[in-house]
C-alpha cells in the first residue's frame, strides 16, 4: 500500500531472532522473520510442525518457555515496541491489546471457575467496568460467539461445556477487552472435524465485529485458504514465501509452498494419491547451509547448498528462494 491507503500495521516484526542456549551450542529457533499485519486483515501462517509458527506467536506476546530468548529484532504493536517490556508491563498488552487463542481451550481456562467468573475478572481488569456492567458484557460476548442459553451457562465451569463449546468461550475470553490484536494457535486442532469449521468462522466474525486483526497459526492450508487475507508459510524458522492468499494458493512459488498446495485435495480431480513432500523438517542443530529446504527440494541447484537466500519480491508476494533471483524486483 502507498500513499493515502497506508496505514500503520497493528502488528509489525522486524529481522525476528529466537534463540535457545543449550550445553551443546545455541540454538536458533527464528531467524531473520519480518511481516507485518494490517488493521482488520487476517494473516495466515502455515508450515509443518517445527517450522517456528508457535514460537512466533509465544515471542509475540512475550510467553517464550525459558531458555528462549528474543536475541534480535523489535515487536511492535500499533507502532510501539513491545519485545523488550518489563513483564509487568507486557501482563497488561496481554488480554487488554492483544487477545490469545491456543490449541486446547483447557490451557487458556481455569477449571476452578465458573466460565462468567473468569470473563467478567477479564473484563473487569482491562476495561474497569463494574461488576453488573461486566457481567452484561460477559453474557453478551457468550451469546455472540453461539453459545446457546448464554445467561444461563454463565455460571458453568469449562468441563461442563464440549470441546467446540470450550473454544467458543475461549473466543469470547480472547475478545472481551476488545483487543486489537488476536494471536490463534492451531485454534481448531483439538476439535473433531465437523467442528473445525463451526469454530474458525466463529473466530473470523467475531475479530471482524469487533474491529481485531487476527495471525492464525496452522499446519493445515485449507483452513489458510478459507480464512486468511495474507499467508506467510514458515519453514525451519523462516519465512519462505508470504503474499496474498489468493495468488500464493493458486500460483506458489517456493518449491516447498508448491508441496504443501499439493498434499491438500481437490475435489474437481482424480488424482489416485496425493503428493507429498520427501524427508522432514530439519532439526535445530542439523539446519543445513544455504537454503534449508534444499535437501528436500526437487529443483535445487548448486546455489541452494552454498548460499542463503534472502527474500525477493514478485508481484505483491515475497519468495525466499533461488529460483527467482533473476526476476528480482527493485522496490
Not at 529484532?73 to 487477545?99: A, V, W, Y
Not at 477487552?177 to 469449521?197: C, G, K, Y
Request: net charge positive; hydrophobic share 40%.
Amino acid at each position: 500500500m502507498t500513499g493515502e491507503s497506508a496505514r500503520e500495521p497493528v502488528l509489525s516484526v522486524r529481522n525476528l531472532r529466537v534463540e535457545f542456549p543449550t550445553r551443546n551450542g545455541v540454538l536458533t529457533a527464528i531467524d531473520d522473520v519480518s511481516f507485518d499485519v494490517a488493521p482488520g486483515e487476517v494473516l495466515g501462517v502455515v508450515g509443518e510442525s517445527g517450522a517456528g509458527k508457535s514460537i512466533t506467536g509465544t515471542s509475540i506476546i512475550g510467553l517464550l518457555d525459558p531458555p528462549g530468548r528474543i536475541a534480535g529484532g523489535e515487536i511492535r504493536l500499533e507502532g510501539r515496541r513491545i519485545d523488550n517490556l518489563p513483564m509487568t508491563e507486557m501482563r497488561k498488552i496481554r488480554g487488554r491489546r492483544i487477545g490469545m487463542v491456543f490449541q486446547d481451550p483447557l490451557t487458556s481456562l481455569n477449571p476452578l471457575y465458573t466460565v462468567g467468573r473468569q470473563l467478567t475478572e477479564t473484563i473487569r481488569t482491562h476495561l474497569g467496568l463494574g461488576r453488573r456492567a461486566a457481567m452484561d458484557r460477559a453474557v453478551a460476548l457468550l451469546d455472540e460467539v453461539g453459545i446457546p442459553a448464554a445467561r444461563r451457562r454463565i455460571d458453568a465451569y469449562p468441563h461442563q461445556f464440549s470441546g467446540g463449546m470450550r473454544q467458543r468461550v475461549v473466543i469470547a475470553l480472547a475478545l472481551a477487552a476488545d483487543p486489537v490484536l488476536v494471536i490463534a494457535d492451531e485454534p481448531t486442532t483439538a476439535l473433531d472435524v465437523s467442528v473445525q469449521a463451526q469454530v474458525i468462522n466463529v473466530l473470523k466474525r467475531m475479530c471482524r465485529e469487533h474491529g481485531a486483526s487476527v495471525m492464525l497459526i496452522t499446519h493445515d492450508m485449507g483452513v489458510i485458504a478459507e480464512t486468511a487475507d495474507r499467508v506467510a508459510v514458515m519453514y525451519a524458522g523462516r519465512i519462505a514465501e508470504i503474499g496474498p492468499v489468493r495468488q500464493v494458493v493458486q500460483h506458489p512459488l517456493h518449491p516447498y509452498t508448491v508441496g504443501l498446495m499439493g498434499s491438500i485435495p481437490k475435489l474437481d480431480h482424480n488424482e489416485p494419491r496425493l503428493r507429498q513432500i520427501p524427508g522432514s523438517m530439519p532439526r535445530l542443530d542439523s539446519i543445513p547451509p544455504g537454503c534449508a529446504f534444499n535437501p528436500r527440494c526437487p529443483q535445487a541447484f548448486a546455489r541452494c547448498m552454498l548460499e542463503r537466500p534472502e527474500p525477493i519480491p514478485k508481484g505483491a508476494a515475497r519468495v525466499a528462494c533461488w529460483l527467482h533471483a533473476n526476476e528480482e524486483v527493485v522496490a
